[in-house]
């Protein structure tokens, strides 16, 4: 079974999420919630977690934390452990609650800590349970609306100082941020992450892989390291497949874009610029290269040729 890689240092930030086992309901009651959220809570006091957001769904949760002690495995452990004893206890039961093993993308805050908090705190409405986020209870959205003066823990004071400083200013200007997306289509910014293990711009993912995955073992059960360890620069992509294609520049730039849209860690829109194509176009060209090669040896041939060049760096 493929196992997730753990990335961990002080000061990391994290969106981790996890769900019951089967997708069943992990909370059944008030006092289910009530109880999960104490657990956050002690989190916070005795392991030094610092949480930003947090959402309970019914079958599953959103966290938006921060480890300074950078202690991820300690801190869900209580968290998750501390909950499934509770619950099991509680109902007479035994076995796992959660699936498996949490999920934590480690997320470059000052890209994305802002809006991962929304997309956090919208997840009830998306999901039908309330027209808009103050409705639902079991969120931190009215921490920052200044909602709940009297929960002191969550820590709003990072997010909300990208609306200035006055508290009661900021507060208000959040909520306009949220409600901006309020019956509207929009996209998961997890959508972005890399391997399902980095969220961050291409020279956070850069830094972090080196420091934190370079040098390590390429193992089938935690797929990640094989992904993060094949990263590379648009130019260098893009280099090597004009060196490796000299007077085929047609398929050169399609396979220069295929290589980029699943080996750079670049957002679409960096890429689309650097081909001045359009965002869409980016993911379509790599399908299709994808497909003819299938069925035209030349094309697999100059695929094979370019990722020869590029070498992928070996962990």
């Given amino acids: 079974m493929a196992r997730p890689l753990r990335i961990e240092y002080p000061g990391a930030f994290y969106h981790v999420t996890s769900r019951g086992n089967e997708k069943k ?5 008030r006092r289910d919630r009530e109880k999960f959220i104490s657990y956050l809570k002690s989190a ?9 957001v947090y959402c ?3 079958n599953h949760y959103h966290l938006l934390l921060e480890t300074p002690r950078g202690n991820l495995s300690e801190i869900m452990q209580h968290i998750n452990g501390a909950y499934t004893t509770y619950f099991n206890v509680k109902r007479k039961r035994t076995g796992h609650l959660f699936q498996g093993r949490y999920k934590a993308i480690v997320v470059e805050a000052d890209e994305y800590a802002l809006e991962l908090s929304r997309y956090i705190h919208l997840n009830p409405v998306r999901a039908g349970m ?3 986020p103050q409705e639902y209870e079991w969120t931190s959205y ?6 709940a003066a009297g929960l002191q823990w969550p820590k709003t004071d990072f997010i909300l100082s990208y609306f200035g400083e006055n508290r009661i200013e900021s507060g208000q200007k959040y909520q306009q941020y949220v409600s901006d997306l309020l019956k509207t289509e929009y996209n998961s910014p997890l959508d972005s992450a890399v391997a399902s293990t980095i969220l961050g711009t291409p020279e956070f993912i850069a830094d972090i892989s080196e420091r934190h995955i370079a040098g390590k073992q390429p193992d089938r059960s935690v797929p990640a390291v094989k992904e993060l360890c094949g990263l590379h620069s648009l130019d260098k992509i ?3 497949a004009n060196d490796a294609l000299i007077g085929q520049e047609k398929l050169a730039k399609k396979v220069s874009i295929y290589f980029c849209h699943r080996y750079s860690g670049a957002k679409l829109k960096e890429i689309g610029e650097k081909f001045g194509i359009g965002d869409g176009a980016i993911t379509q060209v790599s399908k299709r290269l994808l497909m003819q090669a299938e069925k ?7 695929i094979e040729k370019v990722g020869k060049a590029l070498g992928f760096v070996k962990c």
């Fill in 44 to 52: 916070v006091e005795r392991y030094g977690a610092e949480i930003h």
């Fill in 56 to 58: 309970l769904m019914t």
């Fill in 238 to 240: 893009v280099h090597a």
């Fill in 25 to 29: 309901d992990i909370f059944k009651s």
């Fill in 130 to 132: 309330v027209q808009a």
């Fill in 142 to 147: 009215k921490c920052y609306a200044g909602m």
């Fill in 296 to 302: 035209d040896q030349m094309v697999n041939e100059a």
